[in-house]
């Protein structure tokens, strides 16, 4: 398994501007993910970021929107920009050991 | 399009108590990876198990074990004995192959209550 940490935890931000979140893994992955969950509901992929190449995103989402960066194999930020109240949600990022993934605790983020 | 269906948005069992989550999927693949996941209130994703399409035999985990049946692309979850830690979210995953990288295609989850 793998140690995964978030920074932040939770974040409340004004519409229109920019929060990075951080992941953290305590060991040297290939692949990493970032998701999007709503309280209560399931996940939603929105980008494998794997080292070494640029980051794939999945339909509906861009990279203007969310950039994503993959600077090492234990870190990885995601950028959501110029936020709307639609944005808020719980951001997780995961990595990816064999065929397991394993994930952060998210980030609650709310748009105001 | 693969798809993952969990037909039980809420479900509660007794403690000490047997409860099986169902999950079906659909692909027209042959060798896959499926897994159930645990989401604890206000907690971190858990693995709990998985199953390799090619494997026949069930996995078990100590009290959780999963009736695989392939045919039917079926994919159920058993908690044996309830815990009332075992009060969680949780999420049937199938796991696509592609171009050297792979990705979950999650289900809409069940939410289990464990009651005293």
């Known amino acids: 398994s793998a140690v995964i940490s978030q920074k932040p935890s939770r974040d409340i931000c004004q519409r229109g501007t920019s929060l990075t979140i951080q992941c953290q893994v305590d060991s040297q992955v290939t692949m990493m993910f970032w998701y999007r969950q709503q309280p209560g509901q399931s996940l939603t992929l929105i980008a494998t970021a794997n080292q070494g190449s640029e980051a794939t995103y999945e339909s509906g989402f861009v990279i203007d929107k969310f950039p994503i960066s993959r600077p090492n194999l234990t870190f990885s930020t995601l950028t959501v920009s110029n936020m709307s109240p639609e944005d808020s949600s719980i951001y997780l990022c995961?990595?990816?050991?064999?065929?397991?993934?394993?994930f952060g605790p998210g980030t609650r983020l709310t748009v105001t | 399009a693969q798809t993952v269906t969990q037909s039980q948005p809420e479900m509660s069992v007794q403690e000490a108590e047997t409860v099986t989550l169902s999950c079906t999927y659909d692909t027209s693949e042959n060798n896959y990876y499926l897994f159930w996941y645990k989401q604890p209130p206000s907690r971190q994703m858990i693995l709990v198990i998985r199953?390799?399409?090619?494997?026949?035999q069930n996995a078990t985990e100590n009290r959780f074990s999963v009736n695989f049946q392939k045919a039917a692309k079926s994919f159920s979850l058993k908690i044996s004995d309830s815990q009332l830690g075992d009060t969680a979210m949780y999420f049937c995953?199938?796991?696509?192959?592609?171009?050297?990288?792979?990705?979950?295609?999650f289900g809409t989850g069940t939410r289990l209550k464990v009651l005293a």
């Open positions: 199953q390799e399409a090619y494997k026949q």
């Open positions: 995961s990595v990816g050991l064999g065929y397991e993934q394993y």
């Open positions: 995953a199938f796991m696509k192959t592609f171009s050297g990288t792979y990705k979950y295609i």
